[in-house]
T-cell receptor
Framework: EPEVTQTPSHQVTQMGQEVILRCVPI?????FYWYRQILGQKVEFLVSFYNNEISEKSEIFDDQFSVERPDGSNFTLKIRSTKLEDSAMYFC?????????FGSGTRLTVV | RKEVEQDPGPFNVPEGATVAFNCTYS??????FFWYRQDCRKEPKLLMSVYSSGNEDGRFTAQLNRASQYISLLIRDSKLSDSATYLCVVNLEYGNKLVFGAGTILRVKS
């Protein structure tokens, strides 16, 4: 069964550092997403990406965040100048417009 | 009002029990409805889509009431392996963002 792959599975970074979270969506999917889940809280939408541009973003997705599809397979989330409150699980998802598949997530810990 | 509301539980039930979860959503324009399952510190996994006519998948039955903006999930003959958090999820149209409820915790005990 096709899957969404995320790397790394766990990243520890110092406050103020930049991190890049990587995702390889399912190859024939056209819609890509990033969600985050702070420990003990609900899954929150960050951003959606379609046709090589952001199609929607949440209030959380401020200037600190950016997304990129640098080639035909990778989809990245960059967080500039990380804050303690950025500590969370970050899930990438992709969709063919019907079903959604989530990656296993990257646990980001900001210290 | 929250976009998707669920009773957080936990629901503690014995093996073999029948348990029901409910969910309400605020946006009447929502088009697609799902139940996802999430195990501790894992990604959400699709349990089933929810259709207006209601649908069943083995021990799981989902119902949608658009007039009341209400979704339900019924689990029959609970197994220990059903222990997880069940997430009610909606979106406005295919391809759009998913909006998650906070989840209902189910614990099935022997």
């Amino acid at each position: 069964e096709p899957e969404v792959t995320q790397t790394p599975s766990h990243q520890v970074t110092q406050m103020g550092q930049e991190v890049i979270l990587r995702c390889v969506p399912i190859s024939n999917h056209l819609y890509f997403y990033w969600y985050r889940q702070i420990l003990g809280q609900k899954v929150e939408f960050l951003v959606s990406f379609y046709n090589n541009e952001i199609s929607e973003k949440s209030e959380i997705f401020d200037d600190q965040f950016s997304v990129e599809r640098p080639d035909g397979s990778n989809f990245t989330l960059k967080i500039r100048s990380t804050k303690l409150e950025d500590s969370a699980m970050y899930f990438c998802a992709s969709s063919d417009g019907d079903g959604y598949t989530f990656g296993s997530g990257t646990r980001l810990t900001v210290v | 009002r929250k976009e998707v509301e669920q009773d957080p539980g936990p629901f503690n039930v014995p093996e073999g029990a029948t348990v029901a979860f409910n969910c309400t959503y605020s946006n009447s324009a929502s088009q697609s409805f799902f139940w996802y399952r999430q195990d501790c510190r894992k990604e959400p996994k699709l349990l089933m889509s929810v259709y207006s006519s209601g649908n069943e998948d083995g021990r799981f039955t989902a119902q949608l009431n658009r007039a009341s903006q209400y979704i339900s999930l019924l689990i029959r003959d609970s197994k220990l392996s059903d222990s997880a958090t069940y997430l009610c999820v909606v979106n406005l149209e295919y391809g759009n963002k998913l909006v998650f409820g906070a989840g209902t915790i189910l614990r099935v005990k022997s």
